[in-house]
């Protein structure tokens, strides 16, 4: 199968997460380090041409209205105090209004709070879901826990297939049945399954059409009355997956998915392979929704847990 063909670069997947951070991140670095040097010689006089300049970088770094509005406030602010910025200048104050945004957020999964912790996988297609999901099996049965996974996407014979693949991968147990159509009955054996034998975690994951947005929410709507018959305060967590390299545009799907469903985390995958990494900020901040996991690489230790101070020094490292 093409999804064995990167043994030799999954076996990469090693090093200290500071620095994996730093590699995955290089490319929205670069792009916010050349983009600031250009707007700037030694020192520039803030005036209304340059704050028109650099409000127009803000925003093709995919940083949204918002977040963008904030650093040209902080940048008014600051030219009252001394005439003159520069770059670092610049780069100082947006460190202190990324770290500020993500500063009280809660990026854990409660695992040891609830057996079995059951947590909803949603995405469009597309987006990295199927993959996210068998990273998160893999990464918690490495930390002892006992991990199911359920193959709710029925629509997709093609999912269940690549999930079967990626559980085995990951040395846990899946509940699939590629000749369903009703995805709510395939959950419920599934969380019965989790119940009975006793596990930490399931992974349930979801159809993601976006295009039938009516029919997503009554689906995601019974799914989770099935899950509840059985664990009355679940889902526990439901996690959204996002496509980093898409930008602005996966704004606009984590609004559609949090109109039909209620999203208690972020999973931003793809994002070593995208200078877009500011998007992140730009979804943070207009749905304040917390980033649990992003996506770095494509091997099974390249999903790591967010760390905004992380995020940070690895967005910023390097300018001079």
């Known amino acids: 199968m093409a999804l064995f063909k990167k043994k030799k670069r999954e076996a990469k997947g090693t090093g200290n997460i500071p620095d994996r ?106 987006s990295g879901k199927t993959t996210t999901i068998g990273k998160l099996a893999a990464r918690y049965s490495r930390e002892g826990k006992k991990v199911l996974i359920v193959a709710g996407d029925t629509y997709r014979a093609a999912a269940i297939e690549q ?47 976006l295009h039938n947005k009516a029919h997503l929410m009554q689906e995601l709507d019974k799914i989770k009355r099935v899950i509840q018959k059985l664990i009355p305060d679940a889902p526990h967590e439901t996690l959204l997956v996002l496509d980093g390299s898409v930008g602005q545009n996966s704004l606009v799907q984590a609004q559609e998915f949090t109109r039909v469903t209620p999203v208690t985390g972020l999973i931003v995958t793809k994002l070593d392979g995208t200078a877009k990494g500011g998007s992140m900020v730009a979804i943070h901040e207009k749905l304040h929704i917390p980033v649990k996991f992003i996506g770095l690489g494509e091997s099974l230790d390249d999903l790591l847990p967010f760390s905004p101070s992380m995020y940070v020094q690895a967005m910023f490292e390097g300018f001079q």
Request: net charge negative; proline share 2%.
């Open 21 to 126: 951070y730093e590699k995955g991140l290089s490319r929205s670095r670069n792009r916010f380090r050349e983009g600031l040097l250009s707007l700037f010689g030694r020192g520039k006089k803030i005036d209304e041409a340059f704050l028109e300049n650099i409000e127009a970088f803000l925003y093709e770094s995919d940083l949204g209205a918002d977040v963008t509005e904030k650093i040209l406030e902080r940048i008014e602010a600051e030219s009252r105090k001394k005439e003159l910025l520069n770059e670092t200048d610049i780069k100082q104050l947006m460190t202190e209004i990324f770290e500020d945004l993500f500063r009280d957020d809660d990026t854990r999964i409660p695992v040891d709070r609830h057996q079995p912790c059951v947590v909803l996988v949603v995405g469009v297609n597309g």
């Open 163 to 209: 999930l079967d693949v990626w559980a085995r991968r990951a040395g846990v147990d899946i509940i699939k049945n590629l000749d369903a159509k009703n995805p709510s009955g395939v959950v419920y054996d599934g969380i019965q399954a989790g119940v009975s034998r006793k596990a930490d975690m399931i992974l349930v994951d979801t159809a993601g059409r």
